[in-house]
Nanobody, 122 residues
Framework: QVQLVESGGGLVEAGGSLRLSCAAS????????AGWYRQAPGKERDLVAY???????YYAGSVKGRFTISRDNAKTTLYLQMNSLKPEDTAVYFC????????????????WGQGTQVTVSS
């Protein structure tokens, strides 16, 4: 049974930092592309960043230069370091994984986490 469990969310002031983690189990994590998505109240779920099996990385324009995605295959964990946070970054953040990069790119990964709330106060 595949499980993705996010942690590290919380309340932070604008300009602050948070580091999200996503612990994966039940799959050979190194064989999967993985990504972070977010969903703000009343909005659609958007792709924030992804990292491929070979380490190729993509960032949405709104987070480029502020967020860093990384993975530790030995620990089967995905990370999202978020710096210079803004109130508009407030959302539920989800991690996800798929055997194909396309699945993550197109926001249709095979597996989703349950999400972790990030709230940035102004």
């Amino acid at each position: 049974q595949v499980q993705l469990v996010e942690s590290g969310g919380g309340l932070v002031e604008a300009g602050g930092s948070l580091r999200l983690s996503c612990a994966a189990s039940g799959l050979t994590f190194g064989s999967y592309a993985a990504g972070w998505y977010r969903q703000a109240p009343g909005k659609e779920r958007d792709l924030v960043a992804y990292i491929g099996k070979a380490g190729g990385i993509y960032y949405a324009g709104s987070v480029k230069g502020r967020f860093t995605i990384s993975r530790d295959n030995a620990k089967t964990t995905l990370y999202l370091q978020m710096n210079s946070l803004k109130p508009e970054d407030t959302a539920v953040y989800f991690c996800a994984a798929d055997r194909t990069l396309l699945g993550v790119e197109q926001s249709r990964p095979a597996y989703w986490g349950q999400g972790t709330q990030v709230t940035v106060s102004s």
